[in-house]
């Protein structure tokens, strides 16, 4: 299984700063996402309402999670499938693994999905004999590559066309070069496996309580077929997927496609209930829903950092953040990433492996700017700061607190400071500041001048 | 009509002459100023750091710094976000609670507080220079992706009445300029890279001058700059207005 490295993030975000290529890509794919975004939310009339619908519908079902889940279980069931319950990923894998052993499945096809990277469901499918084909073309090239997705929507934004052409060559021994050429490479190799799949497995957009219904928003028409040629198919979502109604998942899907690709609506959106009814001519014979609890119950609890619950994976926020346009996703050292993921990961996650996560966000705001459901990413990022800190004390934060509480005390340390050092050549010394000679190296630092409180007094006296 | 001066740490030491251009612009408005003794830090920083404790005893001292009324003027966007934040720090109900909220309503960022006067039209700024200004992130209320394009904030307000004042927009010129206190020295990396971006946006301007309304920003944006051996003179939006109001030659162009 892939580890967590997100105890690394400081020292792996160095890293991808350094990597020049992935820059390149990542800037390149940011400013794309951006400008189509930008272009069909200029053509999208009444904007600001659709959105608070959409902010309106999901805060709406997180008011009534337990009696919309139980809904849901009611009309699922009643429409045929079965559901099931997962407190955390290790059941949901238990579950999914006895689905497949109990189909037989030898071959799986997988929708895109973040639940299923979350919960690794992959490498336990294999443990158990089964092998697993990733169906979106960005999953397939990071399954192929051997590495996690890098963006929420786009999990190869930071491969370039080229890379992609090696990897395909190197492990599939398939050639070509152009971006459609690699594209029907893909789709030949994987036509096959979707013929030969016995089993389905997709993420779930939103599931609908008063139906019973799933929801699946894709362009590449990889999950109808997930969803429809396996005689079986598995619909893994957490918890907080659901919505109350039909009717608020239209005013999510006005949102959602504009917002992550700048789309009216997407190529495919699917609306499953229940398996394959008497007389109909597709679907699969049999559905299963897992809903996977996997410690959101307790954000749900945190009347400030559920907020994070409401977001419907839309990405936007991953493309204006600064920080993602230049690490990429991989830094994290999960499977979220960029504004959200800090979030997600931080509350998902044990917190000694996510305290710096909080902190690598410059807090200004970009991310909730763009949010189409107003989330408030930089004040959660602050409520996580605030846990992170406990119990933890920074010797120079104590110090300049202590003396910013004393102001004659204050005065007296800078002006020693300005007398014995005005350009601030011993501030990479001070204690407790450990990036300060980085910082300075980079940037000349200011330097000590007559106060403008002293200014301002022999201003004064000027005066008649 | 009385303003009360609010004067970040960083401007008080390092950057004096945005808070003296502060007092020039705001008297020739017709606001007398007064200056509370006693101010240090809004608490900031030990805010970012997660510091509850801290945070709210400094909140507690410029609630009494800034106890007599009337508006607080402040040079720095994020400082004045920090004030507008001081309701949170205390439970509500509390007196600190009823002051924290009644300093946050009367807390003012310079060019925001300056656009909102009477007179700021006709302030009758003349300063012929091309000027790059970069957007901080941390002033009140932002830049919108989705706002309408062309609508200026405030401080694209105030440079844009400055006769002879060329506004030179930048690349991403609303873009993080990579700073964020503590942020800077955690991630002393991709902090660099974000200014690397900035300056390089900056410089295909051809700007004469840098102007922004957030002191940090300049701090940031301007040492990198000097490193990289194109130092360009940082100024804050209210320096811009009192150098273009007054007849004297601009303090940046006699040196050299």
């Given at each position: 299984m892939r580890e967590m490295t997100t105890r690394n993030f400081r020292r792996q975000s160095a890293e991808a700063c350094r990597d020049t290529n992935l820059r390149a890509v990542l800037d390149h794919a940011t400013r794309y996402f951006q400008a189509k975004r930008g272009a069909s939310l200029e053509a999208f009339p009444g904007r600001g309402e659709h959105f608070a619908r959409a902010r309106a519908a999901r805060l709406n079902a997180l008011s009534r999670l337990p009696d919309l889940l139980e809904e849901l279980e009611t009309n699922a069931s009643a429409a045929g499938t079965q559901v099931h319950w997962a407190a955390d990923a290790a059941q949901a894998r238990a579950i999914i693994t006895g689905i497949a052993s109990a189909a037989g499945a030898r071959v799986v096809v997988k929708g895109k999905s973040m639940i299923t990277e979350e919960i690794a469901l992959n490498p336990a499918l294999q443990a158990a004999g089964a092998e697993v084909w990733e169906t979106d073309l960005g999953e397939f090239i990071v399954q192929l590559a051997g590495e996690p997705p890098?963006?929420?929507?786009?999990?190869?934004?930071?491969?370039?066309r080229e890379d992609v052409a090696k990897l395909f060559a190197e492990k599939l021994n398939l050639h070509g070069q152009s971006i459609p050429e690699l594209t029907l490479l893909a789709r030949q190799a994987l036509r096959e496996k979707f013929l030969a799949a016995d089993l389905g497995i997709t993420g779930v957009n939103m599931a609908v309580a008063e139906t019973g219904s799933v929801i699946l928003v894709e362009n590449e028409g990889n999950i109808r077929m997930s969803t429809t040629c396996p005689p079986v198919h598995v619909a893994v979502m957490?918890?907080?997927?659901?919505?109350?109604s039909l009717e608020d998942a239209a005013d999510i899907l006005r949102v959602l496609p504009r917002s992550a690709?700048?789309?009216?609506?997407?190529s495919y959106v699917s609306v499953l209930t229940g398996p394959r009814g008497q007389g109909?001519?597709?679907?699969?014979r049999e559905t299963h829903l897992v809903i996977l609890d996997n410690g959101r119950s307790e954000i749900l609890a945190d009347p400030v950092l559920r907020?994070?619950?409401?977001?419907?994976?839309?990405g936007a926020c991953l493309n204006v953040c600064p920080v993602y346009q230049t690490?990429?996703?991989?830094?994290?050292?999960?499977v979220y990433s960029g504004p959200i993921g800090t979030l997600l990961t931080s509350l998902l996650q044990p917190r000694a492996e996510t305290r710096d996560l909080p902190f690598?966000?410059?807090?200004?705001?970009a991310c909730k700017r763009t949010c189409p459901l107003s989330i408030d990413h930089p004040k959660l990022m602050m409520a996580l700061r605030q846990r992170a800190a406990k119990g933890r004390t920074n010797r120079f934060g104590a110090a300049h607190s202590l003396l910013a509480r004393h102001p004659l005390a204050y005065r007296l340390a800078v002006g020693t400071a300005r007398a014995v050092d005005p350009n601030l050549d011993?501030?990479?010394?001070?204690?407790?500041?450990?990036?300060l000679s980085e910082f300075v190296d980079s940037r000349h630092p200011p330097e000590l001048k007559k106060s403008f409180t002293a200014r301002h007094r022999t201003a004064k006296k000027g005066k008649p | 009509m009385h303003a009360n001066l609010f004067i970040p740490c960083l401007v008080e030491d390092c950057h004096p002459e945005a808070a003296q251009a502060m007092v020039t612009v705001l008297e020739r408005l017709g606001v007398a100023v007064r200056h509370p003794a006693g101010?240090?830090?809004?608490?900031q920083l030990a805010y970012k750091t997660g510091d509850l404790k801290n945070a709210r005893a400094l909140a507690l001292r410029y609630l009494d710094v800034f106890a007599r009324p009337g508006p607080v003027v402040c040079p720095s966007g994020s400082c004045v976000k920090m004030v507008r934040t001081y309701p949170e720090l205390f439970t509500p109900g509390t007196s600190e609670h009823a002051r924290a909220l009644d300093l946050a309503g009367r807390t003012f960022e310079f060019c925001e507080f300056v656009a909102a006067q009477p007179g700021a039209a006709q302030l009758g700024a003349h300063l012929k220079v091309r000027a790059c200004y970069h957007g901080s992130?941390?002033?009140?209320?932002?830049?919108?992706?989705?706002?309408?394009?062309?609508?200026?904030d405030a401080p694209r307000q105030l440079l844009r009445a400055v006769r002879g004042l060329t506004l030179l927009e930048a690349e991403?010129?609303?873009?993080?300029?990579?700073?964020g206190g503590i942020f800077s020295l955690q991630f002393t990396a991709v902090s660099e890279a974000l200014v690397e971006d900035k300056c390089r946006e900056i410089l295909a301007q051809e700007p004469e001058i840098l102007v922004s309304a957030e002191p940090s920003c300049l701090m940031n944006i301007s040492g990198h700059l000097a490193r990289l051996g194109r130092p360009l003179p940082a100024l804050h939006v209210a320096q811009v207005l009192a150098a273009g109001l007054?007849?004297?030659?601009?303090p940046w162009r006699t040196r050299t």
């Open positions: 890098s963006h929420i929507i786009a999990p190869a934004v930071h491969k370039s957490s918890l907080e997927k659901v919505v109350a690709t700048g789309q009216k609506m997407s109909e001519t597709d679907g699969a907020e994070a619950l409401a977001c419907f994976r839309c690490i990429g996703g991989h830094a994290y050292g999960w690598g966000c410059t807090l200004c705001g011993l501030l990479p010394r001070l204690p407790g500041l450990p990036g | 101010q240090t830090c809004c608490g992130c941390q002033m009140t209320g932002g830049h919108a992706d989705d706002a309408p394009k062309g609508a200026d991403r010129a609303d873009r993080c300029c990579g700073f007054g007849k004297a030659v601009p």
